[in-house]
């Protein structure tokens, strides 16, 4: 059976990264043996990829993917933690007391009524958000 080269071209890729199935690389296999040009262009290619893959091994650290994972989690920890605090300050400075006087609501905030000690949660508060919000346009923003 007469197959055309450019089909073996076409699986050439396939036979060089080991893939396939064995009937695709013994007929890519038979082909190269009566074909010297494209057994020498394999050769090339297999020695271009093997020293590109050592040099990007040899120039990234070993542990790069690891430390990343780990920078992320830890970052990502940041925020949900800047989350829960800046809700729950929030909620503190803003709650208040409710009551009825002649059958009509009233609610006083603590804010209003003991500002020395609710100023500084709702300023709190107000930093977490601040810094929670950065976080997370930060982990958006950044492109892989």
Not at 4 to 12: G, K, S
Not at 31 to 46: K, S, V
């Amino acid at each position: 059976m007469k197959i055309a080269r450019e089909v073996i071209l076409d699986l050439l890729p396939l036979y060089a990264a080991g893939e396939g199935s064995p009937e695709t690389r013994a007929l890519v296999g038979e082909y190269l043996e009566h074909d010297a040009e494209l057994r020498a262009r394999l050769q090339a290619e297999n020695i271009k990829s093997l020293a590109a893959r050592s040099a990007s091994r040899t120039m990234l650290p070993a542990n790069l993917e690891l430390r990343s994972l780990r920078r992320t989690q830890g970052v990502l920890r940041w925020q949900r933690r800047l989350y829960g605090w800046g809700l729950a300050l929030s909620l503190v400075s803003l709650g208040g007391i409710g009551s009825l006087q002649n059958g009509r609501p009233v609610f006083h905030f603590f804010l209003r009524d003991y500002p020395q000690v609710f100023g500084p949660c709702i300023s709190l508060a107000l930093s977490c958000w601040i810094s929670y919000f950065i976080l997370r346009w930060r982990l958006r923003s950044a492109k892989p």
